[in-house]
């Protein structure tokens, strides 16, 4: 049995509560840098105070809900994700965020 966002209870778990899931992988190892340095070179991972995180895929700009999702993205996500935040990075930090 869960609970879902609304605190009732949601016996068969149908709910349409979404756990956050991570847009950008902390979970492949070859995307893992690429997102890394694109997030470091642009300020994501940073708390309000300044001290970066020691995870910096923990930033809450790269965690969205995805309703249904269970498991690792497919190969063309990564890509699309990295090529977004790619062309977003070369405009500027703030277009990043």
Avoid: C
Avoid at 5 to 22: C, E, K, N
Avoid at 44 to 67: A, Q
């Amino acid at each position: 049995m869960r609970l879902n966002g609304l605190t009732w209870i949601d016996p068969w778990g149908l709910s349409a509560y979404a756990p956050p899931h991570h847009l950008a992988t902390n979970k492949h190892s070859y995307w893992f840098d690429l997102f890394k340095n694109l997030f470091k070179k642009n300020g994501l991972g940073k708390f309000k105070n300044g001290n970066w995180r020691k995870d910096v895929f923990n930033d809450p700009l790269n965690k969205i809900d995805v309703p249904g999702h269970k498991g690792l993205y497919p190969e063309e996500i990564h890509q699309e994700i990295y090529k977004r935040l790619k062309q977003a990075s070369d405009k500027s930090p703030e277009a990043f965020k």
